[in-house]
């Protein structure tokens, strides 16, 4: 089983920065073969991806809307996942997921992604 924990939403101005956190934890295997993700639904929207780090590797996947502002990590010892969301957007608004899946492939598509965490909001403020 596994559980995944977001925090660090909140509310932002325009231009500013914050960091999401995703504790993971998970009992009977490991995250060695994962790939954890972060993604993001607006009201009225579909979720989209966001993310996305491979777990041993550290090889790392960004949408475009958000490729240079945005930074996905991880930390093994902590077995924590984290995003540091820069320059935010008005349209940045939204609930942000950590997922989790097994395996490499398909890193964008949410319907791939086992476990997922409750989320956590982000607003910008313009």
């Known amino acids: 089983q596994v559980q995944l924990v977001e925090s660090g939403g909140g509310l932002v101005q325009a231009g500013g920065s914050l960091r999401l956190s995703c504790a993971c934890a998970?009992?009977?295997?490991?995250?060695?073969?994962?790939?954890m993700g972060w993604f993001r639904q607006a009201p009225g929207k579909e979720r989209e991806f966001v993310a996305a780090i491979t777990w041993n590797g550290g090889i790392t996947y960004y949408a475009d809307s958000v490729k240079g502002r945005f930074t996905i990590s991880r930390d093994k010892v902590k077995n924590t996942v984290y995003l540091q969301m820069n320059s935010l957007k008005p349209e940045d608004t939204a609930v942000y997921y950590c997922?989790?899946?097994?395996?490499?492939?398909?890193?964008?598509?949410?319907?791939?992604?086992?476990?997922w965490g409750q989320g956590t909001q982000v607003t910008v403020s313009s």
């Open positions: 998970a009992s009977g295997r490991t995250f060695t073969y994962d790939t």
């Open positions: 997922a989790s899946k097994s395996g490499y492939n398909w890193n964008d598509v949410a319907t791939r992604y086992d476990y």
